[in-house]
C-alpha cells in the first residue's frame, strides 16, 4: 500500500517548481556512499492481506477468563467509551497547542481534571502520565523539588512494576530510597514511626496495596504530617466510590492507574497515569494543564496553562520532561467516570467487593487453601496461601481457559510470601464463573 | 459552546448500569469507608453521547483538514491499523498471562524490533519506552550506566540550542549536567566550538537530524568521529526519521544509540497527545544496558528473559504501548520497502515544494533545500503590529490547522510546516495560496482582522495570561 497521492505530471511539475530535475537531487546532503541501495524490509500488502496476516497472528493469543489483575484489570468498558474514543476528531488530533481549533480535547481534558479531583476529594489534576508506575515517579519527583531533600520512605507492599520503575528512575540522582515493611500485609503505624524523621521527604503508600488490602490510610498520613512530609497515596481510583479519599485523609499528592477506567487491557499498554494534588503544589505538576478562560467577546473557552514549568519553555528546569504522553486514554477515562452517576460508581465499587469477597470465602474453605492475612478489608484482589503446587493449579485452570491466580512464592526476597498466590475477581466475573473455578480448585 | 457536564447533570438515570448476581453484605470499617459524597454528574448515555460528540466537532484533526503541524509528522493514519489494534485478542490481554498464551503479541513485538533495525541501523531495539521524550530518557540511563560499567566518570551531555526542549529535561532527569551547543546561523552545528566543548568529561551528544530546522547536518560524519575519538557517545533523536526512512541509517552515521517516535514516523494516531511509543535503539555494545525483560525467539517460541544483570531495569510497567506498536507494525507491513523509501521521498518533495513556493519572499533560516519540514522567519515581513501567532490564528479561520509557531527557539518569529508525504498538491497549492494572502494582502490591508483572529472557530482569540494568573482548573 501506499497512501501518497501524486502521479508522475505532478510530480514533474513540482520538481520543476523547486528547480530540480529528479527526486535524488533533493537529497544532495546526505553522504552519497551511505545512500542505501536496499532496505531490508519485506514488500508492501494491502489491506486484505493485513488483515489475513494479523488475524493468522492474532489467533496465537489465548482470550482467557481471568481471576488475575496485579495492576492490570479486566473491568466493563461500556459502549460509549468506545464510541468517543474511536471518533476521528479526537484520535486524530494533536497536542491543543492552537487552543480555538482544540476546544473538544480541552474542554474534555477540563471535565477529566475536575471529575479525578471529585473522585479524590483533591484540588488540581493534570491529563496525563504514561502509567501508574512513572505517575509515582512523578510523584516522588514533585516531592523531591518541594521539600529539597532526598528521603523517600516506600511500602514493600506497592505493586513490584512501580518500585522496579522508581528504582530505575532514581539511581542516578542519589535518592534515598527506604522501602518499609509490612505486618500482616499491610503497613504498620510502628513500622513508619520507626524510619520517618524530619529529613524525610515524602511517604508512599499504595491503597489498596499489592496484596489487595486497604492500608489504614487515615493513621498514616497523620503520622506522615507530623514530620512535615508529604504523603503520597497511591490509589486505585475505582476503589474510591467506596473507601476513603485521598483528600479525607489529607494526602498531598495522589496518583494511580488509569487503565480500569475505561481502557482495555492491552497486554498492560497503553494505559495511562493520573496525577492529582493540593493547590499549594499546582505548579510542581508534571505535564500538560489545562485552564479555563475567556475569548475576546468574554465566552468561555479553554487553553493549556501554567506552561512555565513545562519542558518546551524550561528546558533543563522543567518539572519534568513529558511530552507526548496519553491523552487518549484520559479521555476514555473522563467518558467512562461520566456515565455512573455518584450512586452508580459506588455500587460499581460494591460489586467489585461482594464478588471478591464471594471468591475469598468459597476458596479458604476448601482443603489447603487458606487467607494469608487473615480477614482484612480487601477490594478485589486477596492473597491465598496453599498446601498444593501453584504452577500445577495454574496449568489446571488454564488447560480451563481460565487465568489463574498470581504465583507470589518468589515475589518476596525472605519468602513472606512462599506458596501464596494474588486472586483478582472483578464485576466482570460471573457466579458462574466463579463457581467453576472453585469447582476445579476442590479437585486440585 | 459546549456546556460542562456539571451543567447539563439532573436527576435522571445515568448512562451505565451494573448489575450482581452475588449477594454479599459490605461491612467496610468506618475508619476506611469513603465520608465525602461524590460529586459525579448523573447523565443519560443520549445526552453524553451528544456532549462528547460535539465536543469533538470542537477539534480540528488530521481527519478534517490539513494539519501542517511543524515537527509533529502529522500524516495519514491508515484505518486498517485501527481495526487490527481493536481486535480482542490484541487487547483482552493480561500482561502476566503465560508466554505460550501470548505468542501473537511477543511475535508482533520481536518482528518490529527487527524491522526497526533494518530502518536505523541499529541493532537492537526495547520497545517498552512510552513516548519519545520517555524514550530519551531511556537511553540516556542506558548511556549512563555503560559509562559506570567502564568505570569513567562522565557528567556531561551536549545538545544544540534548537533541539526540543525534551533533551535537556530528559538529561537532567538522567543526572547528566546539560552544555547548550549554539548552532550557526543556519542551524547547523558549530564544529569549532564542538571541538572546545569536548573533554572527557562528555558522555554523549544528542542530536536531531536532520536538525529542527528541516537541513541535514552537512558536517554529521566529521561531528560521531569527534565525539568517539573522545570516547563520547552519539545519541540520535529520531524525532525527524521520517526524513530520512529507506534513504540513510543513523547506525551507518556512526550513532551509537536513538529513540524512535512510532506514532509520528510510523503514522498511530495521535490521540490528542498521545499515547505514543519511543522505542530505543542501540549499537551491539550497549545491549546489556537495555531495559528488562528482552524478547527471546528461542526457536520453538517467543520467551520474554529477565536474567539481564547489567540491565538498567524497568522504565515503564509491563512491556510498552503494545496497541502503538501493533500499529506501527501493521504500518510497515502495508507500506513495505518501496512503500517506505516512496513515503520519504515524497514528504521531502512536498516540504522542498512548499519552501520553493515561499522562499522568494520570506526568509529561510536553514537555506532555500530542506528535508521533511522547513522554517520559516517571519520576522522582516511582518507589519502593521501583527505577530506569527497572529498569523497562525487567521490560518484557522480559513479551516487549516496552524503550523508549529516560535519553534525551534534560535529563530525569530519562527513558523514551522511539514506537510507529510500523504496530502496532494492541490491541497498544498490552496494552503499556500492562502497563506500569501494572509501574509502579503491581509497583513498590509486588513491587519486588524488578523490581529484579532480568529473569526470562525467555536470561541474566538482566548486569552491565556487570565489563564494562567488565575488558574481555574476544574469544575
Redesign the interface.
Known amino acids: 500500500m501506499d497512501y501518497t497521492s501524486k502521479n508522475k505530471t505532478e510530480q514533474n511539475d513540482m520538481l520543476k517548481t523547486i528547480g530540480i530535475n529528479c527526486i535524488k537531487d533533493l537529497f544532495v546532503n546526505i553522504p552519497r556512499n551511505l545512500v542505501l541501495n536496499k532496505l531490508n524490509i519485506c514488500h508492501g500488502n494491502t489491506e486484505q492481506e493485513i488483515l489475513t496476516h494479523l488475524h493468522n497472528v492474532a489467533k496465537k493469543n489465548k482470550i482467557l477468563i481471568s481471576f488475575r489483575g496485579a495492576g492490570i484489570y479486566d473491568h466493563y468498558i461500556p459502549a460509549l467509551v468506545k464510541e468517543i474514543v474511536n471518533r476521528s476528531e479526537f484520535r486524530t488530533s494533536y497536542t491543543p497547542y492552537q487552543a480555538e481549533a482544540s476546544q473538544g480535547t480541552l474542554q474534555a481534558i477540563f471535565e477529566y481534571q475536575s471529575l479525578i479531583c471529585a473522585l479524590t476529594d483533591l484540588d488540581v489534576s493534570n491529563a496525563s502520565l504514561y502509567d501508574g508506575a512513572t505517575a509515582v515517579v512523578e510523584a516522588i519527583l514533585m516531592s523531591i523539588r518541594y521539600k529539597k531533600t532526598k528521603k523517600i520512605l516506600i511500602s514493600e507492599a506497592l505493586n513490584p512494576e512501580y518500585i522496579k520503575v522508581i528504582i530505575t528512575y532514581f539511581k542516578h540522582l542519589e535518592v534515598d530510597l527506604i522501602f518499609l515493611e509490612t505486618t500482616n500485609g499491610i503497613i504498620d503505624n510502628n513500622t513508619l514511626l520507626n524510619k520517618l524523621d524530619d529529613n524525610t521527604t515524602a511517604v508512599v503508600i499504595q491503597s489498596p496495596n499489592y496484596f489487595g488490602l486497604i492500608e489504614n490510610m487515615k493513621s498514616l498520613c497523620y503520622w506522615t504530617k507530623k514530620f512535615n512530609s508529604l504523603f503520597i497515596a497511591v490509589v486505585n481510583p475505582l476503589s474510591l466510590g467506596v473507601f476513603c479519599t485521598p483528600g479525607e485523609y489529607n494526602a498531598d499528592i495522589a496518583v494511580g492507574e488509569n487503565q480500569g477506567l475505561g481502557s482495555p487491557m492491552s497486554f498492560g499498554g497503553t494505559t495511562c497515569g493520573f496525577i492529582v494534588t493540593k493547590k499549594s503544589l499546582a505548579w510542581r505538576l508534571p505535564g500538560r494543564i489545562v485552564g479555563q478562560t475567556k475569548d475576546i467577546k468574554g465566552e468561555r473557552g479553554f487553553v493549556l496553562t501554567m506552561q512555565s514549568r513545562e519542558q518546551h519553555i524550561r528546558r533543563v528546569n522543567a518539572t519534568s520532561n513529558i511530552c507526548t504522553n496519553a491523552s487518549l486514554n484520559a479521555l476514555a477515562s473522563c467518558v467512562f467516570l461520566s456515565g455512573w452517576g455518584s450512586k452508580g460508581f459506588k455500587k460499581l465499587a460494591e460489586v467489585n467487593i461482594a464478588k471478591a469477597k464471594y471468591t475469598f470465602k468459597q476458596i479458604k474453605s476448601l482443603n489447603g487453601f487458606s487467607s494469608k492475612f487473615g480477614d482484612q478489608t480487601f477490594f478485589n484482589e486477596f492473597v491465598i496461601k496453599t498446601t498444593k503446587d501453584i504452577n500445577k493449579i495454574n496449568k489446571i485452570l488454564l488447560y480451563n481457559n481460565i487465568l489463574g491466580p498470581l504465583n507470589l512464592s518468589n515475589a518476596n526476597a525472605n519468602a513472606k510470601l512462599k506458596n501464596c498466590m494474588l486472586f483478582c475477581v472483578t464485576e466482570q466475573r460471573t457466579k458462574s464463573e466463579i463457581d467453576s473455578l472453585i469447582e476445579i480448585l476442590k479437585t486440585i | ?2 456546556k ?3 451543567e447539563i447533570s439532573t436527576c435522571c438515570q ?11 453484605e ?1 461491612n ?2 468506618s ?13 443519560t ?1 443520549s445526552d ?2 451528544r ?3 460535539n ?10 483538514t490539513f ?1 501542517p ?1 511543524g515537527s ?1 509528522t ?5 484505518l ?1 491499523s ?3 489494534a ?13 508466554e ?6 511477543l ?2 513485538m520481536y518482528k518490529l524490533e527487527q ?1 526497526l533495525c ?2 536505523s541501523g541499529m541493532d537492537y531495539f526495547t520497545l517498552q519506552p ?5 524514550g ?2 531511556t537511553g540516556l ?1 542506558i548511556i ?1 550506566k555503560y559509562f559506570e560499567t567502564i568505570k569513567q566518570k562522565r557528567t556531561t551531555v551536549i545538545i544544540p540550542d534548537s533541539a ?3 533533551n ?8 547528566f549536567n ?1 552544555i547548550t551547543l549554539d548552532s550557526t546561523h543556519d542551524g547547523q552545528i558549530n564544529i569549532d566550538k564542538l571541538k572546545q566543548l569536548l573533554n572527557e568529561n562528555v558522555a554523549a551528544i544528542m542530536l536531531t537530524v536532520p536538525n529542527t530546522l528541516g ?2 547536518e ?1 558536517n ?2 566529521t561531528i560521531t568521529e569527534l565525539a568517539h575519538n573522545n570516547g563520547t557517545i552519539m545519541y540520535y533523536d529520531g524525532a525527524n526519521l521520517n526524513a ?6 543513523p547506525g ?2 556512526g550513532f551509537d544509540i536513538m529513540h524512535i ?1 512510532l ?1 509520528k514516523t510510523f503514522a498511530a ?8 511509543s519511543g522505542p530505543v535503539g542501540v549499537k551491539k555494545f550497549l545491549e546489556p544496558f537495555l ?1 528488562i525483560p528482552r524478547i527471546i525467539n528461542n526457536k520453538t517460541h517467543f520467551v520474554f528473559n529477565y536474567e539481564k544483570h547489567q540491565s ?13 506498536i501493533l500499529k506501527s507494525y ?1 504500518y ?12 520519504t ?2 514528504a ?3 516540504a ?2 512548499m ?3 515561499l522562499r522568494d519572499n520570506i526568509d529561510v533560516p536553514g537555506g532555500h ?1 530542506c ?1 521533511h519540514e522547513f522554517v520559516l522567519s517571519l520576522k522582516s515581513i511582518l507589519k502593521n503590529g501583527v505577530k506569527t501567532v497572529d498569523v ?2 487567521r490560518l ?1 479561520d480559513y479551516g487549516y ?2 503550523p ?1 509557531i516560535y ?1 525551534p527557539l534560535i529563530v525569530e518569529e519562527s513558523i514551522m510546516m511539514e506537510p507529510t ?5 492541490q491541497t498544498l497549492d490552496k494552503f499556500i495560496e492562502i497563506f500569501k494572502i494572509i501574509i502579503f494582502k491581509e497583513m498590509l490591508d486588513e491587519s486588524d482582522k488578523i490581529k ?1 483572529a ?1 473569526h470562525t ?8 495570561v ?3 494568573r488565575n ?5
Open positions: 459552546m459546549e460542562l457536564l456539571n445515568p448512562a451505565y448500569d451494573i448489575s450482581c448476581d452475588i449477594n454479599i459490605i467496610i470499617p475508619n476506611l469507608q469513603r465520608c465525602s459524597s461524590l460529586h459525579f454528574p448523573n447523565i448515555e453524553l453521547l456532549h462528547f460528540t465536543l469533538s466537532r470542537n477539534n480540528y484533526a488530521l481527519s478534517t494539519y503541524l509533529c502529522m500524516k495519514h493514519n491508515p486498517i485501527e481495526q487490527v481493536r481486535h480482542y485478542r490484541f487487547n483482552q490481554i493480561h500482561p502476566y498471562q503465560d505460550l498464551t501470548i505468542q501473537g503479541n511475535e508482533i524491522d533494518a530502518i512510552a513516548a519519545g521524550a520517555h530519551e530518557l540511563l549512563a526540543h526542549g525534551t535537556p529535561s530528559s538529561a537532567m532527569l538522567a543526572g546539560v537541513v541535514f552537512k554529521i560524519l530520512i526512512v529507506g534513504i540513510i541509517k551507518d552515521l517516535n506514532h494516531p495521535h490521540g490528542g497527545g498521545g499515547p505514543g531495559p538498567i531495569g524497568k522504565i515503564k510497567a509491563f512491556f510498552g504501548n503494545f496497541p502503538v501493521v510497515i507491513k502495508l507500506l513495505g520497502a518501496e512503500g517506505l523509501i516512496n513515503s521521498k515524497q521531502v518533495l512536498n522542498n515544494y519552501l520553493a513556493k533545500k528535508l497562525a490564528k484557522l490547522y496552524a508549529t519553534f508525504e500523504t496530502e496532494s498538491k484579532c480568529p472557530t467555536i470561541v474566538r482569540r482566548l486569552d491565556e487570565i489563564a494562567a488558574p481555574v482548573l476544574r469544575w
